[in-house]
């Protein structure tokens, strides 16, 4: 079995920073691609951010400039950066890696909210 284990989620103040962690453990293949996604009440999930395993990200118009992805490829980890945060960033952030078989596995969600 896969886990992936998510950290860094909280409330924060608009303007503020806040760092979000997954750590992928299990019976995982080689992992292709890290990334998170988020889902704000009544919206569907959509992608935030994704890097290769040879560091090319992709990034939701939404975020760049703001966030920043990045991996450690020797501890299956993936980390966002979140800075000058906005009360629309609000959601639940998921953790996705896909390995090189193409399966995906998900991570269980941390809470990001934005309010002052």
């Known amino acids: 079995q896969v886990q992936l284990v998510e950290s860094g989620g909280g409330l924060v103040q608009p303007g503020g920073s806040l760092r979000l962690s997954c750590a992928a453990s299990?019976?995982?293949?080689?992992?292709?691609?890290m990334g998170w996604y988020r889902q704000a009440p009544g919206k569907e999930r959509e992608l935030v951010a994704s890097?290769?395993?040879?560091?090319?990200?992709n990034y939701a118009d939404s975020v760049k400039g703001r966030f920043t992805i990045s991996r450690d490829n020797g501890k299956n980890t993936v980390s966002l950066q979140m800075n000058s945060l906005k009360p629309q960033d609000t959601a639940v952030y998921y953790c996705?890696?896909?390995?090189?078989?193409?399966?995906?596995?998900w991570g269980q969600g941390t809470q990001v909210t934005v309010s002052s």
């Open positions: 890097i290769t395993t040879g560091g090319s990200t």
């Open positions: 299990g019976s995982i293949f080689s992992i292709n691609v």
């Open positions: 996705k890696i896909i390995d090189n078989r193409g399966r995906g596995y």
